[in-house]
C-alpha cells in the first residue's frame, strides 16, 4: 500500500468504555512499530474538524467504541456501510462527525481513499476514567484485528522488541500500566 494511512483512536476518555479508541491506539503505540507513512493517533472526540485528517490521507481506520452490540464483540466497518446509516451499532457520539467528515473531505478533494471503522462493544459509558474489566481485556484483540486491516492493506507492521511504556495520561488509578503489561 502506498500513500498515507491514518490509524485514528476516537473517543472521550473521561466517559468510562467511550475511550476505547484512544486505549486501542496507546496499546499499540506501546507494542508495534509501523512504517514511517502510517500515523497512529488519539483523535480524541472530533467535531467536524476530523475533515482536516481525513482530507490529509489516503486510507484511514478508524478505532471506536460501540453501543447498541454485545458488549466485548469486534466489528469492522467498511466506507459504504458507513455512510449507509445501515451499521447494527449505534457507533456512538462520534458517528455523525466521522460520517459528515467522510462526505466532505471526499467533496473537496478525492481523500481518503477509504475508510474503515474498527469497534469494539462497550459494557459501560458513564463518567470515569477507567474502562470496564471486559473492554480492558477485549483491548489486545481490537488491536489484533486493526493489524489484520493493516496486513491486508499491504502495511508491514512489527512488534517492538521491548515494549514501551504508553501515555495513559487519563487513567485515574494507579495501576494504569496494567493494560499493556
Known sequence: MNGRLLIAGLGNVLMSDDAIGPYCVEYLRAHYE??????????GS????????????????AIDS??????????????????SGRCDARLDTHAPALEESILIAHLSGDRPYDVMLVGLGGAG???????????????????DLVLAQ????????????????PDVWWEASADAGQLFA
Open 125 to 143: 459509558f458513564d463518567h470515569g476514567t477507567n474502562l470496564s474489566d471486559l473492554a480492558r481485556q477485549r483491548i489486545p484483540a481490537l488491536a
Open 34 to 43: 509501523f512504517p514511517d507513512h502510517v500515523e497512529v493517533a488519539d483523535l
Open 46 to 61: 472530533p467535531g467536524l474538524d476530523l475533515t482536516l485528517h481525513l482530507s490529509s490521507s489516503d486510507r484511514v481506520i
Open 150 to 165: 493493516l496486513t491486508a492493506l499491504g502495511v508491514a507492521w512489527r512488534p517492538r522488541a521491548t515494549p514501551v511504556v
Open 66 to 83: 460501540l453501543r447498541g452490540v454485545e458488549p466485548g464483540s469486534l466489528h469492522v466497518f467498511d466506507r459504504p456501510t458507513l455512510l
